[in-house]
């Protein structure tokens, strides 16, 4: 288990009983704090001991130290840094817990071999009450999470929580001769505080042995075995510096002549050049534009990200290259609603900057290497922002810059098809790329708030509609897409599918959580490709079998990946195995209510790298070839 939950659990100790009830502890367990409190993964066994001795020594029994842990294990990533990051899941208390899953389902990409759980909530708008299901990986963490659920009520919502527990729902119970243990639900109801309450939370007395201890502990290290603390990184954005976007300028830098002189060098440069393109393409480190929610560089991050207004300074961030690892597309305009969709402490320039955190860690995934070697060309930094005749030279070469870019991030707002200069970014990728290389960073923009706006933007779209800073801005891109493709009428479909086919892959990690968010983020854009006439492309989004792939991409008690096979008629005399985490091999699994029950049992628990290559996999070879007969069709 790793180290951070030893820090947690001294941190409660500590400030409930004091430094002698910890020495104690440390005493009877015979370990050695320097070591435990070390931020690495450390043996089960350590974590077992050390809790043993805590509820010996503070005569709490199991449920009021899970309680009390989940309590304090809110209070303590509070003040660690990351209030912003859970005040993103949601602006009112039933829409942060619903979208608690969320959060699970990004940590999974960072982290494979993690367990989280999962949560169903029921709610009626304006109700003071709903209904929370939850299930586990393992046995008896309830009261862990009623530690946590209280917690955040009261802390970030100033909200006393009632929380009565009540039978699960069959789903969550069937095919698990222990799912009485693992499956939990209770009628959540809650009221404003009161500042003369002082009451103190009523725990259980109920006792459980210390072997039970030790399942219910394997269960939760795991779950914190990600290291919180450094991987609640999320989320999106793009670009557009040279457009007016009306955002209150940034704190004037002072412009070092050094940097005018490169501005001014790269200019001669470029103008004395058989390539100018090839002399303008510079790169950003990572760490310039990205950042974890509590890294020290998030500061100067978000006020990076704050204002389109460029400066020498943040040209000097930039430097000369031949490659790039990923174009950052992303409109620099807030959504004018974002307030009412996001809530009022959600900064969208950070929202950004952690995004793209989480992209880069991605990339460095997929290409083997550290996440802080990943480089990014950002308009802002890669394009003289201050130099008029070097930054149109630079804007002319656009298209080249993408080209040399291994891949597209699409900080993908609601608002972005809105922006022509974001349209036009999409326009050069679909010319220079294959959709594969396209990526949406959606996991926090993308609720049931947002979802319908989506929706509307996609079904909506078109080029007339697009908004851009200058009306000459306007002319130059529109002609540069008259260049490129047959008309506007196949372009604004050929933007159409491929958005579709990408939000539907973005939203399929989700979806295979299970069936109520298949229906809820999946099936819409099935729905929409067939409402406009893409029928093609509907069949092949309906192949993705994700809460199949999902289900049987388990892991072990031990943690190795499981790949479950089934036998199945072939045309020949004989018969042959088919991997069910093959897209191409099995078809429409699971599609029935009564199966879609047992789903459950199994998709909370799983191997997140091998779903999601069986994700690209299926996107790869069932959705590119139909979204490349669009592109086909609508290029010159």
Known sequence: MYGHIHIILKDLITSTFGLEKWAQILKLSGLEEDQILEPVQQPDDVTFKLVGAICEVTELNLEEALEAFGRHFVSFTLKSGYVRLLKALGNTFPTFLANVNYLHNHLERQHPQALFPYIEVIYEDGQDSLDLHYLSTRPRMNKVLVGIVTEMGRQLFDLKVLMKEQPSPRYFRKDAADSAK??????????????TDSSAASTSTAKMSFPD??????????????????????????????????VVECIEVPCAAETETEAERK????????????????????RSVAAGWVDDNMVACRDFW???????????????????????????????DWEEMM??????????AASLAVMAKDFAHRKLQDWDQITFWVDKACIAQDHPQLKAMSIKHLDHFLAKCDSMCVLFSWTYLERLWCVYEWACVLIHKPTEKVYLQTELFVKEETLPLYLEAVRNFSLANTKCGFEEDRQVLQSKIDEAYVSKG??????QATVIALMAQSMSFRAGRSPKLYATYFQPWVALARELGM???????ESCDCLTWRRVSTISSDGEAVRIKKSSSSTNSGTETKDLLSPWSTRSQMRSPENQEGIMQMSIGVNSMLFHQVISDWFEIDVVPILAKYQQASLR
């Not at 040209?315 to 690892?325: G, K, N, P």
């Not at 196949?490 to 933007?495: A, D, G, N, R, T």
């Open 213 to 246: 201890l030790h399942v219910a502990m394997m269960d939760f290290g795991k779950l914190l075995s990600t290291s919180f603390f450094d991987t609640c990184e999320f989320l999106h954005g793009p670009c557009c510096a040279h457009e007016n976007c009306g």
């Open 490 to 495: 196949h372009f604004e479909i050929l933007v």
């Open 306 to 336: 704050s204002s389109s207004v460029g400066t020498s300074a943040n040209y000097a961030m930039s430097y000369d290259a031949e490659q790039v690892d990923v174009f950052v597309s992303h409109n620099w305009l807030q959504p004018p």
């Open 535 to 541: 029928d093609e492309l509907a069949t092949a989004l």
């Open 182 to 195: 693992r499956a939990a639900s209770w009628r959540i109801s809650w009221k404003a505080v009161d500042a």
């Open 343 to 352: 809530g009022p402490e959600v900064d969208y320039a950070e929202i950004k």
């Open 267 to 286: 200019f001669k440069e470029a103008q004395n050049s058989d390539c100018p393109e090839e002399v303008l393409l510079r790169a950003t480190d990572v």
